[in-house]
């Protein structure tokens, strides 16, 4: 399969999910809220790396199928989030939502709100949350400045943290300071971001130990800093920041710094475009637009498959025969390689199969080498191999015509012949 992996961070916990397990969930899992719901983070990874319409394309594929693919009572499907709202929002003008917003009914006719009222709402909500110090003084130990404009004279990362936190501050609903005040806290913030920090270290808890409360990310959000430095016109800052973010600290719900927490960033969509020309330099977690190309099609082509033909059990030669097995591997190997067997040429999945040996072939074989199992026989009657790619089933299998005598002892290849569980 091609290899293709990317950061997954849909259950909390950080690891790397690959194109090829994705599209297994799809064909044989019976529950798909897994997939759906990792699908729908890959998605916001897409976004954070600018492959708007990607991400939107897989997106659809989703809320398309959603009745097949996912229970009724599954909110992964069924339903929407704010940051996919926030997404529709700003594309609104050359993306269309693929459902209605009956799930926000109730809450916008409570509150007499439009859909972007709402959404306003949570935003400043989330930027006040940011802005909080009142718990600095006790869990920090220090004491809350007279006047915040002392950062200036002080290199103290916390007094720092918190003197941006209070001139960001503003306490009425849905209000924000005055640019002169939103910059000085953003001067603030950039003094702390400024001082060295090595990367957290994959593996340690920082959260049960003293060295997270050292942790920039920790003492002052960063994505209040990118709220700051977009507001006041500094996109190119408030790129720096969030690089700094993903790179340093990549993602954490208890810095602050999940993935839809930046997504759900006012002005987020003119910081990416930035962000992007950088790469993987600049965001660890950047998928490349031909990765992309290749996670959208195979994936929505595994979705295709599900809804159309259902679960894909696996079949042992027993219960489906070798040509039955054979059709499989080329329509599931092309499904999830297509971009490499293009690459070499071919046009279609049956090309991926060698053709069937002749009896003659097969004769000669033997009588170099012995009798082939009858087995292997049946299979090369059908498909004399298959072609595999660089790193994609070994590189394939070629025809009997390559069959001759080890270089190596039987103890140092018989586990090739092993039979796994």
Not at 275 to 294: M, R, V
Not at 391 to 401: P, V
Request: net charge negative.
């Amino acid at each position: 399969m091609t290899s293709i992996s990317w950061f997954n961070g849909a259950w909390g916990e950080p690891s790397q999910q690959t194109l090829y397990e994705l599209v297994s969930s799809y064909l044989k899992l019976s529950d798909l809220s897994t997939a759906v719901t990792e699908t729908f983070y890959l998605a916001n990874v897409l976004i954070l790396s600018n492959h708007i319409d990607k991400a939107q394309e897989l997106i659809n594929a989703l809320y398309k199928h959603r009745n097949e693919i996912a229970p009724a009572t599954s909110a992964s499907a069924n339903g929407s989030t704010p940051v996919l709202e926030y997404f529709w929002q700003t594309h609104k003008d050359k993306l269309s939502r693929p459902i209605g917003e009956e799930q926000y009914e109730s809450v916008l006719k409570f509150n007499s709100l439009t859909l972007d009222g709402y959404l306003a709402r949570e935003q400043w909500g989330q930027y006040r949350e940011c802005c909080r110090a009142d718990w600095m003084p006790k869990h920090l130990s220090i004491a809350e400045p007279e006047d915040p404009h002392i950062w200036r004279e002080t290199d103290n990362p916390a007094i720092l943290a918190m003197c941006s936190r209070l001139l960001a501050k503003e306490g009425s609903q849905g209000m924000f300071p005055p640019h002169e005040r939103m910059r000085e806290a953003l001067a603030a913030a950039m003094k702390l971001y400024a001082q060295p920090q090595a990367p957290i270290e994959e593996g340690v808890d920082y959260m049960s130990t003293q060295a997270w409360e050292s942790r920039h990310s920790f003492l002052l959000y960063r994505r209040l800093a990118i709220e700051l430095a977009i507001r006041v016109g500094e996109l190119d800052t408030a790129s720096e920041i969030l690089s700094m973010a993903l790179r340093l600290d990549g993602f954490g719900r208890s810095s602050g710094a999940s993935l839809q927490d930046f997504l759900f960033v006012p002005g987020i969509y003119d910081v990416l475009p930035l962000l992007a020309k950088g790469g993987k330099e600049s965001n660890p977690f950047f998928i490349e637009e031909q990765d992309a190309d290749t996670l959208v099609k195979d994936i929505i082509s595994a979705v295709d498959l599900r809804v159309t033909k259902g679960q894909q059990l696996p079949l042992t030669p027993r219960e489906a025969g070798w040509e039955e097995l054979l059709d499989r591997l080329a329509e599931g190997a092309w499904r999830v390689n297509t971009r490499e067997y293009k690459g070499m040429g071919l046009d279609y999945p049956e090309e991926i199969l060698f053709p069937p040996a002749t009896e003659a072939e097969i004769e000669a074989v033997e009588k170099d080498h012995g009798e082939l199992p009858a087995d292997f026989k049946d299979m090369v009657r059908i498909a004399n191999g298959y072609r595999g790619g660089w790193h994609f089933l070994d590189g394939g299998m070629t025809g009997i015509q390559d069959i001759a005598p080890s270089d190596f002892p039987l103890e140092h290849v018989e586990d090739h012949f092993i039979a796994g569980d």
